[in-house]
């Protein structure tokens, strides 16, 4: 199945539903385009990532590295990617 968008003046384009839908696109994801080596593009969606979490969170007490990696450990368990996947 072969699907096309129409880029406009501002180089937008929307992604016909099929793929949203193929890809589980919901408003406000992302999603990745990747160069392969016959230099054509592929569209990934990006899973959440653990460095979308930078910044949300601002404790008023300090902060250990033992509550990071428990952070860390309760993001992956949700569902979400380390930057380097």
């Known amino acids: 199945m ?3 968008a129409k ?6 384009i929307t ?5 949203r839908r193929s890809l589980h696109l919901k408003p406000g994801d992302r999603i990745d385009f990747i160069r392969n080596d016959a ?3 592929e569209i990934k ?5 653990l460095s979308d979490l ?3 969170v601002k404790p008023d007490f300090p902060v250990t590295g033992e ?11 949700a569902g979400y ?4 996947e």
């Open 81 to 84: 990617q380390s930057d380097e």
């Open 2 to 4: 072969n699907q096309s």
């Open 15 to 19: 992604l016909p539903a099929d793929v």
């Open 45 to 49: 969606a990006r899973g959440a990532r």
């Open 7 to 12: 880029v406009t003046s501002k180089g937008q």
């Open 67 to 77: 509550d990071i990696d428990r952070w860390i450990r309760e993001a992956r368990a």
């Open 39 to 41: 230099g054509n593009f």
């Open 54 to 56: 930078r910044g949300i």
